[in-house]
């Protein structure tokens, strides 16, 4: 499996997974701990981030729950452009991930503000520009599952197969990037997005099988419903599932960890590194 990300020519070596540290720039995401709206929240939650191990920051600035409202990408774009000036201003080696499904807003961050990787929970569906932009600017790109939009992705749960139709998806699409000559493409099968409750854990227990897609895998788990439903607690109460399940997602093989809590989800890949140190001793 590739173990690298090319990010500004560099090769970011994946083989010891990374955290990217959640940064909502809206509010109304469904974690009220990850709203960050004031100048000072967003640099205080960024150096946050790194300060805690992170080694890349994914921005978004719309909420994907059901029940938000989806913004326009000239909505999104006034959330996002005030906030990537200063946190470029502040902090100009960081790694930036824009979480968006609109093209021109992608094209907009990585050739103006430098962000270096696009994370779109559409995987090109909303947008159809999407792929050929992609192709245009050249950064790794996060193809992730869902179905619909995030208003309507949770009346979309029937599969005739559900882990051969999500691995029927990412062959389509990947296919179709190659193509383009997008080859950074990072794989997310979309914990939460158009998935019942059982099947995210279906697709946890079968995460192995996306590998065979030769891409790092990113896994968002982070607080999300399958945890606080399944346990009827809330999100605010839902680290120590989230930690659980980040530690079954690396046993798997996951690359990226996409996490409310930073400083935890770097521990769980210390202590998961260590193990690993002696399996490879005891392969030798």
Known sequence: MRKTININGKLIDLSIPKVMGILNVTPDSFYAGSRQVTEEMILQRCRQIVAEGGAIIDIGAQSTAPAATMLTAREERARLIPALKLIRRELPDAI?????????????????????????????????????????????????????????????????HFIQDL?????????????????????????????????????????????????????????????????DISPGESLNGTTVLNTVALLSGASLLRVHDVREAVECIQIMARIKEFDHQSAQ
């Open 96 to 160: 930036l991930s824009v979480d968006t499904f609109y093209a021109d807003v992608a094209k907009q961050v990585v050739e103006e503000h430098g962000v270096q990787i696009i994370n779109d929970i559409s995987g090109g569906q909303i947008d159809k520009r999407m792929f050929a932009v992609m192709a245009e600017i050249n950064v790794p790109y996060v193809l992730m599952h869902m179905r619909g939009t995030p208003q309507t992705m949770q009346q979309h749960t029937h599969y005739d």
């Open 167 to 231: 691995l029927y998806y990412f062959s389509e699409k990947k296919s179709e990037l190659n193509s383009l000559g997008v080859n950074d493409v990072i794989i997310d099968p979309g914990f939460g997005f158009s998935k019942t409750l059982m099947q995210n854990y279906e697709m946890m227990a079968f995460l192995k099988y996306f590998h065979i897609f030769d891409e790092p895998i990113l896994v968002g788990v982070s607080r999300k419903s399958m945890i606080y439903k399944l346990l």
